[in-house]
């Protein structure tokens, strides 16, 4: 399925805080505060979120821990 306009934005928003030295550009910051509703606190929410993410995936990477014999969740 296609993603929605929402969804886009976030994605976008999370790519550029990743790749551009932790940074958005204003235009996509608008985009992403559209996409949660216009609501800081939730923007504030998505941006803990993915700092969480990127914490876990830290440590797995560092200690190069992987699932085993697990089933996918999906």
Same mark, same amino acid.
């Given at each position: 399925?296609?993603? !929605?306009?929402?969804?886009? /934005?976030? %994605?976008? %928003? /999370?790519? @550029?805080l990743d790749? $551009?030295?932790?940074?958005?550009? @204003? +235009? !996509?910051?608008r985009q +992403?505060?559209? /996409?949660? =509703?216009?609501? $800081? @606190? +939730? &923007?504030? $929410?998505?941006?803990? !979120?993915? =700092?969480? %993410?990127?914490?876990? /995936?830290?440590? &797995?990477?560092? #200690?190069?821990?992987?699932?085993?014999?697990?089933?996918?969740? #999906?």
């Open positions: 399925p296609e993603a !929605t306009e929402a969804q886009r /934005a976030v %994605y976008k %928003y /999370a790519k @550029e790749e $551009d030295n932790n940074k958005v550009s @204003e +235009a !996509t910051h +992403a505060l559209k /996409a949660v =509703g216009g609501n $800081d @606190e +939730a &923007l504030v $929410d998505l941006v803990k !979120t993915l =700092g969480f %993410y990127c914490q876990i /995936a830290f440590v &797995l990477n560092a #200690f190069e821990i992987t699932p085993k014999n697990t089933p996918p969740v #999906f």
